[in-house]
């Protein structure tokens, strides 16, 4: 799997790993759930995600009171439809390129 040294995100931009909604049983065997209500609880939920990149000009603007807000690694909130879908062709996955200010939190450690 790629590490999140591998990626770059530029300007005021953050590159998250969304959160997987998919549901597998205890044998491996990936149970749809796209009917379900579980699943829209989840996709409804998709919106949270993990830091693979925070851009160099990420959080300078003073409505940030000079704070960072998220550092590579955090698990954050941010806003649903917000910014653009990357797809990693190497990964099979589609990773989310947003502004800073669409993170509405981050995850306490």
């Not at 000009?57 to 550092?71: K, M, N, Q, T, V």
């Not at 879908?85 to 995850?107: A, F, G, P, S």
Request: aromatic share 8%.
């Amino acid at each position: 799997m790629k590490i999140a040294e591998e990626y770059e995100a530029s300007g005021h931009r953050v590159l998250i790993r969304p959160e997987s909604v998919e549901t597998v049983s205890e044998g491996g065997i990936v149970i749809e759930l796209e009917s379900s209500d579980t699943y829209k609880r989840k996709q409804h939920a998709s919106q949270v995600g993990t830091v693979l990149a925070v851009g160099e000009g990420a959080y300078l603007d003073p409505s940030f009171y000079g704070i960072r807000w998220c550092e590579v690694g955090d698990t954050v909130r941010y806003a649903k439809h917000s910014g653009s879908l990357i797809y990693d062709e190497d990964l099979d996955e589609t990773l989310h390129l947003v502004n800073d200010e669409d993170i509405h939190m981050r995850k306490v450690k």
